[in-house]
């Protein structure tokens, strides 16, 4: 890029005029002898002056326009590239705009909030010290093609990225100057989802083989070494017959989930009274006539308005929590459902209803609840497998409640036990008529 002031380009000036003075001067030298000739030479000799200077002149206007326009977009704000840099300015994403140097000539608000706000009129790379997102402006200058390169942001929190660089071309025709737009995109979201997906099909497949493995197992030693061992068949057959509904439990719960993520985002419209609901699944659970089952209680405020809801729904997510207080209880110990109007629920400005499910037994370490609702997250995995459970009953509940517009709460104290708590927003009963 040309910094000097093209005013003061005097060598190519007398580079050119010189021979044309040396002419008039050898001619006038020549012309005393006609004074016609005389005069026709130093009208010659004026007028191509005159075509020099006119020619410098359009020269240096062109040069001094190509200068402003690329000092303009250096200090933001310049001539052409005003709208570019506003355009900048608005990208959520954080974007820069750089000479061919690498010195950067505009950073919009996002950039200056990763790099820092003197980071402007400064060198990228005493602000980008990833070699890969310097390679990708390295490579996009070499070739004049776009160039991305992913690095890895760790301060405050490890995070994924991508530099994508490439070149514009801003101002006009005859004064066109080349740029590099440097863009850094956030990929962490994208690569979770991605782990998600491809841990979840590693999951469903290892939860479906381990069953399937077992039942080929029994099929193998009925056929062979058992064939006439009445005890083991009936045995055997019973264990089959257990890892086959667990399998059948799996398959039904993953298209559970699957139908219930596909209209997350469209709100129940029925109006579901909890009291009633509430009371007949802890009648159909209540597991009687079994040796050391617990207790269970039912605690309802009186006068609970309706939630919009879909009931369905809402019998599978008590359904799974009371199931998991059943489970995770200590022998001999009750499980208690309350059910109770909230002013505010959490978060919001608006009332609505909490049920919370209770029971006693060992607690869940701090560490593991942020991640319970995962698919497939257990904190004994052997455990819960040996409790016939597929480690999916919170995933649909934590699904179920947010197309509730809920929220889902998992306390649990060393000593007391854990709570399940549901807020579900309420309807006001006016707006029932
Ligand atoms: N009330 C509870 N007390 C102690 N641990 C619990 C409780 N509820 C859930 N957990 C823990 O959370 C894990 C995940 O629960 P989730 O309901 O998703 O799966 P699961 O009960 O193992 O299997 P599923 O519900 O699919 O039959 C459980 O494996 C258990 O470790
Ligand atoms: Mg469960």
Redesign the pocket.
Known sequence: MRQEDPDIDYIRIAATALPVLLAILILSALAHVDRTAMVALWATAAISLLWLLARYRADILRERRRLRISAGVRERGGVAPRALTRLVEGMADPLLLLDMKQRVIHANRAARALLGETVVGKDISFYMRHPAALDALDAAIATGEAAEREFTLLDPVERTCMMRASIIEAGEEDTLERFVLASIFDLTKMKRAEKMRADFVANASHELRTPLAAIIGFIETLAGPAANDAEARRRFLAIMGEEAARML??IE?LLSLSRIEMDEHLPPSGAVDLAPLLENIVDTMAPRGKKDAPEIRLSLAEALPPVRADRDQLVQVFQ??I???I???RAGTPVDITAQLVERLPGRSEGGVAVT?F?Q????PPE?IPR??ER??????A???K???????????KHIVSRHRGTLT?D?APDQ??T?TVHLPSIAVASLA
């Not at 037994?361 to 869940?364: H, K, R, T, V």
């Not at 497939?376 to 995995?381: I, K, M, Q």
């Not at 409790?387 to 509940?397: D, E, M, N, P």
């Open positions: 439990r799996l719960d799974n929590l199931d998991n207080a489970k995770y209880s499910v029971n037994g060992e607690a869940i593991h319970l609702t497939f997250y257990r904190v004994d995995s455990r819960s497998r409790l016939g459970g597929t480690g999916l009953g919170l995933a649909i509940v998992i649990s036990g854990t399940v």
